[in-house]
C-alpha cells in the first residue's frame, strides 16, 4: 500500500457568507492510496471551523499512513479509526481512499453492503446570506445543475429578507441552516410558523451548539423537523441530542470517515432520528464518498462541487434531484507535499 499527499485550495464560486464569517476558499488535502494496481483518492477539507489545518493534517497522514503500508484494506481502516490522536479531517481522507479502493475491488460503488430499502434523497444547493442580485445567479446555477431543493443559510438577522428574496425567484423548496445565529425561543418559534407557511421544510442548528435546551422546545413544537448540526460531531454526541433535536446532520470531516459515518447512522436509526448527509464545501473526492451513503438517509448537502470554480476532479453528477457517483477521473495535476 503507498500513500501520497497533496495540499491544495478550493476556491468558491462566490463568496460564502455564513453567521460565523465569509470565506474565499478552502485548504484541502488529498490523500492518493495506490494498492494491487487500483488507485483510490480520498480528501480532508480543512474550514476553520473544524480547528484542524493542512500541516496538522499532513503531519497526522505521515504518521499513521506509514503505519498501515503493510496491512490489508480492513485492518487498515480499523487502525486508522483507533488511533488515540483524533484528527478527523485526515481519519476521513485515509478512510475514504480506503473505501475507494474496497469499492473498486467489490465493482460496487453505493450502499457499502446495507439490505435496508434505499432512498434517493435530494440534495440541497446551499445559498449562502446575500443580496437579491446574487440570489438569482445563484439560484440560476443550481437548476442548470439539476438541484431540486434549497438551503439558506439565515444569519437571524436578514432572514426574512432571504427567504423572501428566494420566493420571488422560485416557488422549490427549501430548508434553512441558522448556523446557531438564533437566540430566543419564542421568536424561533414564530419564525419556524413563518418559514412553514412559506415552503420551508426543516430548519438546521438554530441555537448555539450547547443550547439543547432550547432546541428541545423547538422541537417538541412540532413545527419543522430541527436537526442538529455544530451540536453532533460524533457518535458519542448522539444520545444527549435524540431528545433535542428530530435529525442530525452527519459529515464525514466531523467524524473520521464513511467507517464512524455508517455507526452513526445505525445509531442514530435506532434513537429514531431523521439524517442529512452534509459536506464542508469539500470537492468532488470527498462528496462522491459521502455520496455512496445517499442510499441510507433523508437529505443530502453534498453540493461542494458545484460551489467551488477549480475542482481536480469529475465523478458526482446530479439525476432527478438527487446525487450519482460516477468514475473518478482526475482533470487536473497535482503537486505532491
Ligand atoms: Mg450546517
Redesign the pocket.
Known amino acids: 500500500m503507498h500513500f501520497s499527499f497533496y495540499p491544495y485550495q478550493l476556491k468558491f464560486r462566490f463568496p460564502f457568507v455564513i453567521a460565523h464569517g465569509t470565506r474565499t476558499h478552502t485548504e484541502v488535502v488529498y490523500v492518493k492510496v495506490e494498492y494491487q494496481g487500483l488507485t483510490g483518492w480520498g480528501e480532508a477539507a480543512l474550514p476553520p471551523y473544524l480547528n484542524e489545518t493542512q500541516e496538522t493534517v499532513l503531519m497526522f497522514l505521515n504518521r499513521y499512513a506509514s503505519a498501515v503500508t503493510d496491512m490489508s484494506l480492513d485492518e487498515a481502516t480499523a487502525f486508522t479509526q483507533q488511533t488515540a490522536e483524533k484528527n478527523y479531517p485526515a481519519m476521513a481522507a485515509l478512510d475514504m481512499a480506503l473505501w475507494d479502493i474496497k469499492l473498486l475491488q467489490n465493482g460496487t460503488s453505493i450502499h457499502v453492503g446495507s439490505s435496508e430499502i434505499l432512498n434517493k434523497p435530494l440534495n440541497t444547493y446551499t445559498i449562502g446570506v446575500c443580496n437579491a442580485k446574487e440570489m438569482n445567479l445563484k439560484v440560476d446555477e443550481a437548476l442548470a445543475n439539476g438541484f431540486k431543493l434549497f438551503k439558506l443559510k439565515l444569519n437571524g438577522i436578514d432572514d426574512e429578507r432571504m427567504v423572501n428574496d428566494f420566493r420571488l425567484i422560485t416557488s422549490l423548496p427549501f430548508a434553512v441552516?441558522a448556523?446557531q445565529s438564533w437566540a430566543d425561543v419564542s421568536v424561533a418559534k414564530e419564525k419556524a410558523h413563518w418559514l412553514k407557511e412559506n415552503g420551508c421544510i426543516f430548519i438546521?442548528?438554530p441555537f448555539a451548539q450547547e443550547e439543547l435546551d432550547k432546541s428541545a422546545v423547538l422541537t417538541q413544537e412540532n413545527i419543522l423537523p430541527v436537526y442538529a448540526?455544530?451540536s453532533c460531531q460524533t457518535i458519542s454526541d448522539l444520545g444527549n441530542l435524540k431528545d433535542a433535536f428530530s435529525g442530525i446532520?452527519i459529515k464525514l470531516m466531523k467524524c473520521g470517515g464513511i467507517t464512524p459515518a455508517l455507526e452513526m447512522i445505525t445509531k442514530a436509526r435506532q434513537l429514531n432520528l431523521k439524517i442529512l448527509l452534509?459536506c464542508m464545501s469539500e470537492s468532488t473526492v470527498g462528496c462522491r464518498a459521502a455520496a455512496h451513503l445517499a442510499p441510507l438517509v433523508d437529505y443530502t448537502?453534498l453540493d461542494g462541487p458545484f460551489l467551488i470554480s477549480n475542482d481536480c476532479f469529475i465523478g458526482l453528477k446530479m439525476e432527478n434531484g438527487s446525487v450519482k457517483t460516477d468514475k473518478l477521473q482526475q482533470r487536473n495535476n497535482l503537486r505532491a507535499s
Open positions: 441552516d448556523n438546521e442548528q448540526d455544530e446532520n452534509g448537502d
